[in-house]
């Protein structure tokens, strides 16, 4: 992901959620040398992304997101997988990530990977009302695991 790519970016982020990550955010994850994958389709058209931090022998997903037009489809799991292996080639033995609470979608698709509930943050994520939502904090080994498979993606889909 670069900054020339963020229009196309945000224009998944705002439809994907109601509270999405701003401009800055990403301008300041990328600043950081925070790793920002796309994946794309075979017209190079955008289907998802994900932003990580790495740590040592540790990463946090900080951002998946999938174009809301092309969940279901296996491209959380190909994104999933593609950060899974840039992890374990860059010597991490565990990833990290937050899911809302109320998010048993992504909750299910991460427990289906492996991902085991580890805690909790209280008020977590800013939801409606001036209500805050609890993050549900879950882990996965990957030093020992073997690499995560990912669908069958459709000829000329491309993730970097």
Do not use: C
């Not at 048993?104 to 800013?126: D, T």
Request: glycine letters at 10%.
């Amino acid at each position: 992901m670069t900054i020339a790519q963020l229009d196309a970016v945000m224009a998944i982020e705002v439809s994907a959620y109601p509270f999405p990550w701003s401009r800055g955010n990403f301008i300041d994850s990328l600043a950081a040398g925070h790793p920002a994958w796309l994946l794309k389709d075979r017209t190079g058209g955008l289907l998802g992304y994900f932003v990580a931090m790495g740590g040592v022998e540790e990463v946090h997903l900080l951002n998946i997101t999938v174009a809301p037009a092309a969940q279901r489809q296996g491209h959380a799991r190909a994104l999933m997988a593609a950060l899974v292996e840039q992890a374990r080639a860059g010597g991490a033995r565990q990833l990290w990530l937050e899911v809302r609470l109320g998010n048993a979608v992504a909750r299910a698709v991460y427990e289906r990977l492996g991902f085991a509930q580890v805690g909790v943050r209280k008020n977590y994520y800013p939801a409606a009302s001036s209500r805050r939502e609890d993050a549900i904090v879950m882990s996965l080994l990957i030093a020992a695991r073997k690499p995560l498979e990912a669908p069958d993606a459709e000829a000329g889909d491309a993730l970097g």
